[in-house]
């Protein structure tokens, strides 16, 4: 294979959008849902087009397979890692009007959604049958249910129901040839041959664009209970959610934990301070309980906690006791702009890590980070109960292309030896190209490679994302090969924009 085109062998990449084309997709969807022009000035495209149907969707990537234009769907912009990023010479296709809940059976416990729904409407339109998704995220009022399907989002509920390849029953996506691949199963049995639905689920829209969901929901509590501990290690932490999952009052919700560093910048912002929890122990912990009655919850809490001190003496908590009072802890752990307001543009990292290597992996990047600059250390918080840890470094961002890589060798090294991930969440989306092309097993890559020129030949599906493969690429490669070779070359972080 040959390597990577330059930019000045890509020239159609920076070439607008013919106006032909353009014209032809404001006959499928309305001139009034196609912006252009100086309102898009955060758009690299300079198009964004909105259909309002599966159908539309259809007609407008016909289009653009047609004219070899690239297509990248958009839904509430909330991701991280540059995955609906675009340039000139491609469309965004916005997924905001297909916003209706078309299906929501309480008997059932499924709703059929909208790609563009959002988290918190679907949530909202749920509790009205004391349902929930099963899934939560802080962007909720953002984040849209395509999006989420499409990176497979997490979140603080994951480690009790799965993440979003888990919530989905069935789906239906519009490919890059402009069929429909329909498969809006209600059911959690289905063993009618492949399940074709998780090539699309975390694809970031690269084989297709997701246009309807079916969501599983579960029983929302009647009730809820919030408390804080402050402690001194990790295994602490990992003994009181063993405690909490075993608890008989309630069942366990959410557990995050923020270390020193995260939690008194939050506490400092929000200007929360308890006499009970001093703002210098190691490690923070928030937990929530959700069950039929929240006064037995918070005496289940009372319990762990006292079990707690029993073994770790210096523990300290607070259950919260009205429901501003858990609105004002959870703040604290969702506020994360506090860094960024800190530390604009400061690099974030998202990695899984087995729960019995947490302490080993905090003692060794610690150090490490501090080894690669004066002063550089990261404000770890995250979802302990599933290993999932957000780094923010305390730096402005972007870092520097050998300081960025040294970085990465600390955060990464030996993660997927020991059975983590150097992406829990957020996905791949054009920033951790490089990262999944260091780590990936290379036997995963050319599977990866060979779907994506399966489904996606002209690689008009958001291209530069997940893969290195966009159309420019795929007609400077030769054909694949009949081994495990890596084929694909490797970025670095610097050639690479976030969102």
């Not at 106006?19 to 309102?39: K, P």
């Not at 770790?312 to 969702?334: F, H, K, N, V």
């Not at 302490?359 to 550089?376: M, T």
């Not at 250390?377 to 999932?388: Q, T």
Request: hydrophobic residues 45%; contains cysteine; glycine residues 8%.
């Amino acid at each position: 294979m040959s390597g990577l085109a330059s930019p000045g062998q890509t020239s159609w990449i920076a070439q607008a959008v013919p106006l032909a084309v353009v014209d032809d997709i404001r006959d499928v969807v309305g001139a009034s849902n196609v912006r252009t022009g100086d309102d898009l000035a955060d758009c690299g495209a300079g198009i964004v087009v909105a259909p309002l149907s599966t159908e539309e969707v259809a007609a407008v990537v016909r289009i653009c397979r047609r004219n070899e234009v690239p297509v990248v769907p958009q839904g509430g912009r909330t991701g991280l890692v540059g995955g609906s990023i675009s340039r000139p010479g491609e469309i965004v296709l916005s997924t905001a009007r297909m916003n209706r809940i078309e299906r929501l059976d309480p008997l059932e416990r499924v709703a059929l959604v909208g790609a563009g729904v959002t988290l918190e409407t679907l949530q909202e339109a749920a509790l009205e049958h004391r349902l929930e998704p099963g899934i939560d995220l802080a962007a909720r009022g953002s984040a849209t249910i395509g999006g989420m399907v499409s990176t497979n989002a997490g979140g603080v509920m994951a480690f009790r129901n799965g993440v979003m390849r888990h919530r989905v029953l069935g789906l239906e996506a519009v490919l890059a040839d402009g069929s429909l691949y329909c498969d809006l199963t209600r059911v959690v049995k289905n063993s009618a041959g492949y399940d074709l639905k998780h090539l699309f689920i975390g694809a970031e829209g690269t084989l297709g664009i997701v246009t309807r969901v079916v969501v599983k929901l579960d029983p929302s509590p009647r009730a809820t209970a919030t408390a804080l501990f402050g402690l001194p290690s990790v295994e602490a932490a990992l003994r009181i959610i063993r405690l909490a999952l075993e608890s008989d009052a309630g069942h366990l919700r959410a557990a995050e934990a923020m270390w020193t560093s995260y939690f008194s910048l939050a506490a400092a912002a929000h200007e929360w301070s308890e006499p009970s929890v001093p703002l210098d122990q190691p490690l923070f912990l928030l937990l929530s309980l959700g069950g039929a009655r929240e006064e037995a919850m918070r005496e289940d809490f009372e319990r762990i906690y006292l079990e707690t001190v029993q073994q770790y003496p210096d523990a300290t908590g607070i259950i919260a006791a009205s429901r501003r009072q858990e609105d004002d802890l959870w703040r604290l752990r969702e506020d994360t702009g506090v860094l960024y307001r800190a530390h604009p543009d400061a690099p974030s990292f998202d990695v899984s890590v087995p729960l019995s290597e947490i302490s080993a992996y905090l003692e060794r990047i610690i150090p490490g980070l501090a080894a690669i600059e004066s002063g550089l250390a990261p404000y770890v918080f995250g979802h302990l109960a599933d290993g999932n840890l957000h780094i923010v470094l305390n730096r402005r961002g972007p870092l520097a292309p050998p300081i960025a890589k040294a970085v990465e060798d600390v955060l990464y090294q030996q993660l997927r030896q020991i059975g983590g991930s150097f992406s829990a969440e957020h996905g791949v989306g054009s920033k951790r190209i490089h990262s999944l092309l260091a780590t990936a097993d290379p036997t995963k890559l050319a599977a990866m490679e060979r779907v994506k020129r399966a489904l996606d030949d002209q690689s008009i599906m958001n291209p530069e994302k997940v893969l290195p493969c966009d159309a420019w690429f795929v007609r400077s490669c030769s054909p694949l090969p009949s081994g495990n070779e890596r084929r694909l070359p490797l970025k670095n972080a610097s050639d690479l924009n976030d969102e």
